[in-house]
């Protein structure tokens, strides 16, 4: 019994394998995906030819040529290469000594590229003035030299590229150039990912969908968040999401990862205002702004901010699913939670969860202190990049929170020495000779006014402090408060100042003299807190001016206070927050 033949032909499978490895080239791949390669025996060519190409991204060839993979790779590279660089003119059509400089200038970059290796009659080495191909042609118009003849994929040195007429049914020709530009590009991407760890290999060379173009976008088009595209790694894994229970998208910071749920069903547009929003997030330290307010509440205010920045910035398309109220535009997200707060169980339940926050501990950390330092810097530069190349419109509380950023926080004394300054304007002296000054000893005869202070001027410049005396407030921040008060004082000749401690009830301590305030003063208390009784002690009371102003150091466990409009400041331990919006300015003080 006879055995049966084997029907594959060699050479094909050897040339389709070859097909496949420059199919798989970043570079070169999605040009040979929009070209023709044929290999069959329609088109008779000479034994010793490889291929030819035509302007139609046509290649033909040799069907009986038996070679290897590799040396089918080089030769389809080298085809497409001609059409990658706009070799095929209609006005160089057979000329041999143009497409002798195409052909330098080919196998130059197929060198370069250590792409091969070449079949034996193409490997001769390339001469070095072959990086141009128009100053190469009118070179060869003089020189003719033989050894640039050799690197055709045709035999006898005849043209392996030919132009074809474009009849009025070609309407779908590819732009080839375009083409050969797009892959560049992509591959680079693909190249500064992998070597950023923000895409494996295998990543890399997966069809990008609409959540990849969406992030591509950004690196490509819209400097104020490239660089915050560029440092955060996609995850786009259903298992994951599903897991993390994410209906859209969330960011985790301290991961540098932004994680998508491609079941979402968004469109290209849709998911490139989500990673907008996610990129803002970051850029704008909404995790770290976080304080001791309620996060879902705060991922609500912060999302409400976000979304009106970039439909007014005309980023991308909104999801129905997003939050937005045209009420609260020109808003910062602090501004929008205390309004919040008035129905929390209403936004609460809209809370999307977007926004993960990480461990408090973690604020303490190096890491912390790098990428806050790193996302600060990203965004400052992407917005210095947007504005100085004009790329489209920007909210003006977005630019002002970025330049917020990217400035130093102004220390709490600095801040309680300038609310001083505004409500204790410097006192004139006014020179008198109702007392005389030491009389000079070269004219004893002239009487010399002295600088006196007018009694007026000094009367009524006085203020209250209400201290939070309750067991929670720290010793070392009572302190701190009080020595700069007392400094603040006696500089801006505020001599005295009615003092009032308050936990469970009030004990005034009645006016001080401003260098007594930090050295002999005793605090009593060391209760329970309930401040409104001491703000009610200093209303009524009959020697405290209606204007004085009002310092209230407390660590904010305490309830909504009534200050009867009088104008006041809180200070407060960093790490603290008022649970109610203060409509005097809050100094954080540094434990």
């Known amino acids: 019994m006879k055995k049966k033949q084997n029907t594959n032909n060699p050479a094909e499978e050897a040339f389709k394998e070859g097909y496949g490895i420059v199919r798989a080239n970043p570079i070169l791949g999605p040009l040979l995906r929009k070209a023709d390669a ?23 060839a040799n069907f009986h040529r038996r070679a290897s993979p590799q040396n089918w790779a080089y030769v389809l590279a080298h085809c497409l290469l001609h059409l990658a660089l706009g070799h095929i003119r209609e006005d160089r059509d057979g000329d041999p000594l143009w497409n002798a400089a195409c052909d330098c200038t080919a196998a130059r970059y197929l060198s370069e590229l250590h792409f091969g290796p070449p079949p034996l009659e193409l490997s001769a080495p390339v001469p070095s003035n072959t990086r141009n191909e128009e100053t190469l ?27 074809k007429p474009v009849s009025r ?9 375009k083409v050969f530009a797009a892959g560049l590009q992509d591959a680079l991407r693909s190249a500064v990912d992998y070597a950023g760890g923000v895409r494996t290999p295998e990543e890399s060379r997966k069809y990008q969908g609409p959540i990849q173009q969406a992030r591509d976008w950004f690196l490509d088009s819209y400097p104020l968040l490239g660089g915050m595209a ?26 540098q990862e932004i994680y998508v749920n491609p079941a979402a ?8 205002f989500v990673l907008a929003h996610e990129y803002l997030h970051a850029a704008l330290r909404h995790e770290a702004r976080l304080g001791n307010r309620d996060p879902e509440l705060w991922n609500v205010a912060c999302d409400f901010v ?4 970039l439909r007014d910035m005309d980023v991308g398309s909104m999801p129905e699913s997003a939050l937005f109220d045209p009420e609260l535009q020109g808003l910062s997200a602090e501004a929008v939670y205390d309004l919040l707060t008035a129905n929390l169980r209403k936004y609460k339940r809209m809370a999307q969860h977007d926004l993960l926050f990480d461990p408090p501990d973690w604020f303490d950390s190096k890491s912390f202190t790098d990428l806050d330092a790193w996302c600060r810097s990203a965004i400052q530069r992407g917005l210095d990049y947007h504005e100085s190349h004009d790329r489209g419109y920007l909210p003006a509380g977005l630019v002002e929170e970025i330049r917020a950023l990217s400035q130093p926080p102004i220390p709490w004394d600095v801040k309680l020495a300038r609310w001083f300054d505004e409500r204790f304007q410097p006192l004139e002296k006014h020179r008198t000779y109702a007392r005389l000054s030491r009389r000079q000893s070269a004219t004893p005869e002239i009487p010399r006014p002295s600088w006196h202070y007018e009694d007026s001027a000094s009367a009524g410049r006085t203020f209250g402090v209400l201290l939070d005396t309750s067991g929670s407030m720290d010793r070392s921040i009572l302190a701190a408060a009080l020595g700069a008060i007392a ?5 801006r000749d505020v001599h005295q100042a009615r003092v009032v401690f308050c936990d469970a009830q009030p004990y005034d301590q009645g006016y001080m003299e401003a260098v007594e305030i930090a050295g002999s003063v005793q605090i009593r208390g060391r209760g329970g807190t309930v401040l409104q009784p001491g ?30 409009g009088r104008d006041h400041a809180f200070l407060v331990p960093r790490g603290k927050s008022l649970p109610f919006p203060p409509k005097g300015p809050v100094f954080y003080i540094a434990p």
């Open 265 to 272: 069903g968004l469109k290209k547009m849709e998911w490139r």
């Open 487 to 491: 400094s603040y004082s006696s500089a």
């Open 38 to 60: 044929f290999f069959n025996d329609s088109y008779p060519m000479a034994r010793d030819d490889w291929a030819w190409v035509n302007s139609k991204g046509q290649i033909y």
């Open 230 to 255: 560029a440092g955060f790694k996609l995850v786009a894994d259903p298992l994951t999401v599903q897991r993390m229970n994410i209906p859209v998208a969330a960011v985790s910071v301290r991961m």
């Open 137 to 163: 042609y009118h070179w060869l118009k003089e020189h003719k030299d033989p050894a640039y003849f050799r690197f055709s994929t045709m035999s006898g040195g005849r043209s392996d590229m030919v132009w």
């Open 535 to 564: 703000i009610e002690l200093l209303e009524h009371a009959q020697n405290f001016p209606r204007d004085a102003p009002l310092l209230i150091i407390t660590d904010c466990e305490c309830d909504r206070l009534h200050l009867y």
């Open 306 to 309: 976000i979304n009106q920045w």
């Open 169 to 177: 049914w070609d309407l779908s020709l590819e732009d080839w150039q």
